[in-house]
């Protein structure tokens, strides 16, 4: 079972709508959670990271939350425009610094319509 | 500012070839990972150095080796290539002291 689980696999909204992204882990210990945008054939692009210790955080129209007891994130995506159709991956990080080994999700893929 | 630098882009290789791709990390980091990603999946995490040691190491087939040289750029070696070798090979890097991880545009390698 894969300790990053996302929904939902794919999403289609128009463009200019809002949408929200889960990711629920198991990943134990916790360092941190990361949002990654990632283009079909690209290299993952860093959104947001946060620790245990926060909350929230937003990058523009990116925001991402993260509730540590639940072992839940979602990430907020604002205003969507035809540029944002990409895959959001959720990655955790399971130690801190250095030594790492990142914990990657199913991933969502996302479509933006005209 | 310089990302991570990956090349080749695009590599075809036939079966039981040899491969060779290199990872050049972000100015004055010290870590770097390889991750393989196959059609549709999530990446896989491969193995690590920090300071030109390996640091970890995950799903990454004895046919494989790889290595971070003294100035810090790193080079996954596969050898005998199996259809299955067919993916994107995703190089990342890091700095010691910091939770960040940026990514390189990957190699992709095609086995035919």
């Known amino acids: 079972k894969n300790q990053v689980e996302q929904s939902p696999q794919s999403l289609i909204i128009l463009e200019g709508k809002n949408c929200t992204l889960q990711c629920n882990y198991t990943v134990s210990p916790f360092s941190n959670l990361r949002w990654y945008k990632q283009d079909t054939g690209r290299g993952p692009v860093s959104l947001t990271i946060m620790t245990f210790s926060e909350n929230t955080k937003s990058n523009g129209r990116y925001t991402a939350t993260l509730d540590a007891d639940t072992k839940q994130s979602s990430l907020h995506i604002t205003a969507s425009q035809l540029s944002d159709s990409a895959s959001y991956i959720c990655v955790v990080s399971p130690r801190n610094f250095g030594n790492e080994k990142l914990t990657f999700g199913t991933g969502t893929r996302l479509t933006i319509i005209p | 500012a310089a990302g991570v630098i990956q090349s080749p882009r695009h590599l075809i290789k036939e079966k039981r070839e040899t491969a060779t791709l290199k990872c050049y990390p972000i100015?004055?980091?010290?870590?770097v990972y390889w991750y393989q990603q196959g059609p549709g999946q999530d990446p896989q995490f491969l193995i690590s150095?920090?300071?030109?040691?390996?640091?970890d190491k995950g799903s990454i087939p004895d046919r494989f080796s790889a290595q971070q040289f003294s100035d810090y750029h790193s080079e996954l070696n596969m050898s005998s290539l199996e259809l299955g070798d067919s993916a994107l090979y995703f190089c990342?890097?890091?700095?010691?002291?910091?939770?960040?991880?940026?990514f390189g545009q990957g190699t992709r390698l095609t086995v035919v």
């Open positions: 150095f920090y300071e030109k040691m390996q640091s």
């Open positions: 100015p004055r980091h010290d870590t």
């Open positions: 990342a890097s890091s700095s010691g002291g910091a939770p960040e991880a940026f």
